[in-house]
T-cell receptor
Framework: GNSVTQMEGPVTLSEEAFLTINCTYTATGYPSLFWYVQYPGEGLQLLLKATKADDKGSNKGFEATYRKETTSFHLEKGSVQVSDSAVYFCALYNQGGKLIFGQGTELSVKP | EPEVTQTPSHQVTQMGQEVILRCVPISNHLYFYWYRQILGQKVEFLVSFYNNEISEKSEIFDDQFSVERPDGSNFTLKIRSTKLEDSAMYFC?????????????FGPGTRLTVL
């Protein structure tokens, strides 16, 4: 079946550090891949997406590349800010209509 | 920018009581969803709704749950007789899908606490 696995958190970084949050997936066919972000006390916001192999999604300095050969969609940012502190969810959509989420990775950025 | 809205933001209820969670999806969207997130766990799919009927539901969505689109704007989730384990954050989402857009937009959630 379809599933998403993310690296466990919490991840604690200093401001301006490089961020990687790993995400791998299992799916039949060719899913679309997403990163959603949940800021404290808020709902889920779409951060970026990619719909086919080798696509790169980007937004607000975050990037993720759809790698079919490694079934991965790792989230990266070159220089994190305190305001990036949130929970990040990797998810896939595979024509079934529903999103399948990873378990979420909490990021805490210290000044 | 259009957004999904949900009310109430927090609902406290006694075990066995009925609750209705309300959502207003983005106005020209066609597909509607409910998800839930038990504290500290992953976001789980409950149900999808299209053309005034359920298109898919998870095993969580048993006979105690129902959904309705009573008018052109609201989308509701009803839990008939709440259990302690129904305590969670419930998210509504909507999707347009004219031309195959697969992005779901989420509301801010309703935190349900069952005592």
């Amino acid at each position: 079946g379809n599933s998403v696995t993310q690296m466990e958190g919490p991840v604690t970084l200093s401001e301006e550090a490089f961020l990687t949050i790993n995400c791998t997936y299992t799916a039949t066919g060719y899913p679309s891949l997403f990163w959603y972000v949940q800021y404290p006390g808020e709902g889920l916001q779409l951060l970026l997406k990619a719909t086919k192999a080798d696509d790169k999604g980007s937004n607000k300095g975050f990037e993720a590349t759809y790698r079919k050969e490694t079934t991965s969609f790792h989230l990266e940012k070159g220089s994190v800010q305190v305001s990036d502190s949130a929970v990040y969810f990797c998810a896939l959509y595979n024509q079934g209509g529903k999103l399948i989420f990873g378990q979420g990775t909490e990021l805490s950025v210290k000044p | 920018e259009p957004e999904v809205t949900q009310t109430p933001s927090h609902q406290v209820t006694q075990m066995g009581q009925e609750v209705i969670l309300r959502c207003v999806p983005i106005s020209n969207h066609l597909y509607f969803y409910w998800y839930r997130q038990i504290l500290g766990q992953k976001v789980e799919f409950l149900v999808s709704f299209y053309n005034n009927e359920i298109s898919e539901k998870s095993e969580i969505f048993d006979d105690q749950f129902s959904v309705e689109r009573p008018d052109g704007s609201n989308f509701t989730l009803k839990i008939r007789s709440t259990k302690l384990e129904d305590s969670a954050m419930y998210f509504c989402a909507s999707r347009g899908d004219r031309g195959g857009t697969d992005t779901q937009y989420f509301g801010p959630g309703t935190r349900l606490t069952v005592l």
